[in-house]
């Protein structure tokens, strides 16, 4: 069932609340104002945005034996923009209200019966926008290398991973053993001037990349498509998301990029519809063999199997970081009661949650602390924990359900006798004696499911 407006309207208002108060992400440049469309990644969300990058990266890279990583450089050479594309394409239809001044995608805009419907104008509600022509705005963030600001000495700040990748095609066939079907992925960021961002970190001018470029027999492409297709679908739900909040959607042929021969988008139920979580595309041999005229560089490949050479094609699985994350974070939050008390928790999975265990003495009695305190030192090479002193234990039981927490633990004062603490599954709330000296094992073979 889709819920009500009102509902997702207020789930989102309360994820964004949750993210402030308890140190997920923050405004940036909070004490001035804020700065749009930025956000920092306070204690807890740098953890599970972290989480999210190793659960791509051992997914991808460590967990298979076809994919290589690689981290290029957030700046490149100009010609390698000229190459893709980019210099020349990579624009957004931008409209402005000669009123307002307020600026718009025309492609974003309502549309009926075939006319544009402007939105309604802040400087006088009463009467719509008065839109101009459409005009071709680049997306790409130019800066200057240098000490001259000159045309000779510009450069861009890259709009997505992918190129540099390519540019080091060969670079890893001759330092690798790899051969097609292979792939190179790395996380990092990227840089878009948005016209429109917005959505909390949906849609933001500085973000957060997770590609692979999936290097094929071009005759294996179609193949491979499906095969990544869901391969990506399935990383989600394994990760807790329903996969009734997901979709696989086609894009229509007059979506596609230019370089793609199909593209299929991995979708989210997010507060206010359909959104990208992931796009998978068919990139054929675009961008090796644009690269390869630009540059002068043979970026083909020999099969010495059959004695034949070609350039591969390629299948791009591209998700954003910090979408994925606003995503996690949307299909974690739960709310219950237990023993009649209202209850927040974040169902995250296990690997995504920012804290593992909590450790809680019963009090802040000094035979307690100390105690704690060991078993914390125990756990902390092997995992994030946090340590919790302050107020009642059923309120401290509430904050780490808040922050997602799987694991609780709880130093009494029976543990002075039997070396034991009580463990407590943020999920089902069930509490199980545990040796402290199999502690470690036991929150560990939890943790690993």
């Known amino acids: 069932m889709t819920p009500e407006k009102s509902e997702t309207t207020d789930l989102m208002e309360t994820i964004v609340n949750l993210c402030k108060r308890r140190g997920f992400v923050f405004p940036s440049s909070d004490i001035y104002g804020g700065f749009r469309s930025t956000w920092d990644f306070g204690p807890l969300g740098v953890l599970l945005k972290r989480n999210v990058k190793e659960a791509w990266f051992r997914a991808m890279v460590q967990n298979r034996d076809d994919i290589v990583g690689l981290d290029a450089s957030i700046l490149m050479a100009p010609a390698v923009w000229e190459a893709s594309g980019h210099l020349a394409g990579f624009t957004d239809p931008l409209v402005e209200c000669s009123v307002c001044h307020q600026r718009y995608r025309e492609d974003q805009l309502d549309v009926t019966d075939g006319v544009i419907v402007p939105p309604e104008c802040p400087q006088n509600k009463k009467k719509p926008c008065v839109l101009g022509e459409a005009k ?15 045309s000779a000495n510009v450069a861009y700040l890259r709009p997505e991973t992918a190129q540099g990748i390519f540019v080091n095609f060969l670079n890893i066939l001759n330092t690798t053993r790899v051969k097609p079907p292979f792939g190179i992925a790395q996380i990092g960021k990227s840089f878009r001037n ?31 498509y499906e095969y990544w297709k869901q391969e990506r679908f399935n990383w989600y739900v394994n990760l807790g998301i329903s996969a009734d909040a997901l979709r696989l959607r086609e894009h229509d042929p007059d979506e596609l990029s230019h370089y793609s021969a199909g593209t299929a988008d991995v979708e989210f139920m997010y507060p206010w519809g359909w959104g990208e979580l992931e796009g998978i595309a068919q990139r054929t041999d675009f961008d090796l063999k644009a690269h390869s005229k ?15 050479r070609y350039v591969p094609y390629v299948i791009e699985p591209a998700a954003g970081v910090d979408r994925a994350t606003l ?29 593992k265990v909590a450790v809680l003495p019963l009090s802040k009695n000094d035979t307690l602390v100390p105690v704690a305190q060991k078993i914390a030192d125990m756990l902390r090479p092997s995992m994030h924990i946090d340590v919790d002193v302050t107020q009642s234990i059923g309120k401290r039981y509430r904050r780490q359900d808040e922050i997602g927490t799987p694991q609780c633990v709880t130093v009494d004062f029976e543990s002075l006798d039997d070396n034991a603490v009580t463990v407590r599954d943020r999920d089902t709330t069930t509490q199980e004696r545990v040796s402290i000296d199999q502690l470690l094992n036991y929150v560990t073979a939890a943790e690993k499911g």
């Not at 630009?294 to 034949?308: A, E, I």
């Not at 709310?335 to 169902?347: P, Q, S, Y």
């Open 194 to 224: 948005e016209i429109t961002p917005g959505n909390f970190i949906f849609r933001t001018r500085e973000f957060e990349q997770m590609e692979m470029e999936y290097f094929v027999p071009p005759e294996e492409s179609l193949k491979f």
């Open 136 to 150: 071709n705005f680049n997306l790409m963030f130019k800066t200057h290398v240098g000490p001259v600001e000159d």
């Open 294 to 308: 630009h540059s002068g560089q043979d970026l083909s490949y020999f099969d010495q199997t059959t004695n034949s």
């Open 327 to 355: 995503a996690f974070l949307l299909s974690a939050y739960h709310e219950d009661e237990i023993n009649g008390e209202k209850r927040t928790v974040l169902k995250l999975h296990r690997d995504l949650a920012p804290y």
